[in-house]
């Protein structure tokens, strides 16, 4: 099996987003350990991610934290992303943070909470539209660890009373997507834990409110791509944060733990529309690298997300409908798993040279001395954190 030009040019205007704390220094709440070279400012992060870019032309786009990201002059910055060829993404915004966020943020009970939490999404929509985003991500750490300790349904109310008022505040061209969760920080209940509580809360908003769909943010087991499928159906899928988890919310490398599961997304993806033209699904990565190369974690990644995309282009659809319509269980299986073996990477790396891309991305940008660089001129100051 080979990919077909139909499917070279479909992946040709594939873009993934990466985000800005992928780069800073993370780790458990045992330790964070340190790499040399690591930012020390929001344009240092934004240079690494333009080394990603630069070595897959898969990357074009760079995620900011509001306010982990915080500068002057947003619309300085953007001028600087575009002198590496880069655009400034998707704006996350930070209700987890401020102490008084405690017992919650938009669905806090106290009305003086809430107006701090809305002020602060309001805000973060003045940043998009200097920096030219169209899109306001909102993940939210509320919820409570005790049966009892909080009103449940009520928090559903004022939740969507703080969400109408984000809303409003939206540029035409802007969106807000709504990220689930289904536990951490809170243990007992979260205010958006599922995609369904986050497909109605979007729902009751209009068109440019949309799910944000974590792949890491699921209890283990659960059939992610049957909820990619009906999001999709339902013409409310906004965007992914893509990771990968063995146990957790572990924000490994994409396709690490589970290639397989990213297969069969993709797959969804492709067959529900997400792939094309006018596509409103934005790919994105949330990532976090504890003890890997934080550039070639970035890499691996969004190299990771076009291989499985390739390999779902290359499932036989006439033939798989054609298995699933005459009940053939084995047959159906068979052409589903076929594209899914299928070994994509000369392929792809082939393609990459005739596009003037390296064919090997990792190898390129270890072969650029651009770590070195950063090791040496990187002293001083502070390294950037999963959070700074
Ligand atoms: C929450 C989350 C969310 C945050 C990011 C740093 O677990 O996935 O997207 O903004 O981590
Ligand atoms: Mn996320
Ligand atoms: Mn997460």
């Not at 076009?306 to 009940?327: K, W, Y």
Request: hydrophobic share 40%; net charge negative; aromatic share 10%.
């Amino acid at each position: 099996m080979t990919i077909s030009t139909e499917a070279l040019e479909i992946l040709a205007r594939q873009e993934i987003e990466v985000p800005s704390w992928a780069y800073g220094n993370s780790g458990t709440r045992f330790k964070v350990f340190s790499t040399p070279g690591t930012p020390r400012t929001v344009q240092e992060k934004i240079s690494d991610a333009a080394q990603v870019h630069k070595h897959t032309g898969l990357a074009p786009t760079v995620a900011l934290h509001y306010p982990w990201d915080k500068v002057d002059d947003f619309g300085e910055l953007r001028s600087f992303a575009e002198g590496l060829g880069m655009k400034l993404g998707t704006i996350n915004s930070n209700t987890f943070q401020d102490d008084a966020y405690k017992f919650g943020s938009l669905t806090h009970s106290d009305p003086a909470v809430r107006r701090m939490a809305i002020d602060h999404h309001l805000q973060c929509v003045d940043v998009m539209d200097a920096t030219g985003s169209r899109d306001l991500k909102i993940w939210l750490a509320d919820g409570s660890n005790y049966p009892g300790q909080a009103d449940i349904r009520t928090r559903q109310d004022l939740l969507h009373e703080s969400l109408v008022e984000i809303y409003d505040r939206l540029g035409d061209d802007q969106r807000m997507v709504l990220e689930y969760k289904f536990f951490e920080p809170a243990f007992y209940h979260m205010d958006v834990p599922d995609w369904g509580t986050s497909y109605v809360q979007v729902a009751a908003l209009g068109d440019r409110a949309m799910v944000c769909l974590d792949t890491g943010h699921h209890a283990p087991g659960t059939n992610i791509e049957f909820i990619v499928a009906q999001l999709l159906r339902l013409g409310k899928l906004g965007s992914f944060d893509f990771n990968s988890r063995f146990y957790a919310d572990d924000d490994l490398i994409v396709g690490a733990a589970d290639p397989f599961q990213l297969f069969r997304i993709m797959y969804e993806v492709v067959v529900g529309g997400g792939m094309a033209d006018d596509t409103p699904v934005a790919f994105m990565l949330d990532q976090c690298h504890n003890v890997e190369d934080k550039i070639i974690g970035q890499i691996r990644s969004v190299l990771n997300v076009q291989e499985m995309s390739a390999r779902a282009l290359l499932v036989d659809r006439n033939a798989l409908h054609q298995a699933q319509r005459a009940g053939d269980v084995m047959g159906a299986n068979g052409i589903f798993m076929d594209a899914f073996y299928t070994d994509v990477r000369a392929d792809l790396a082939q393609w990459r040279e005739s596009r003037g891309l390296p064919a090997d991305p990792i190898a390129a940008y270890v072969a650029s001395g651009y770590r070195e660089h950063i090791e040496a001129d990187r002293v001083g100051g502070n390294q950037a954190s999963w959070g700074a």
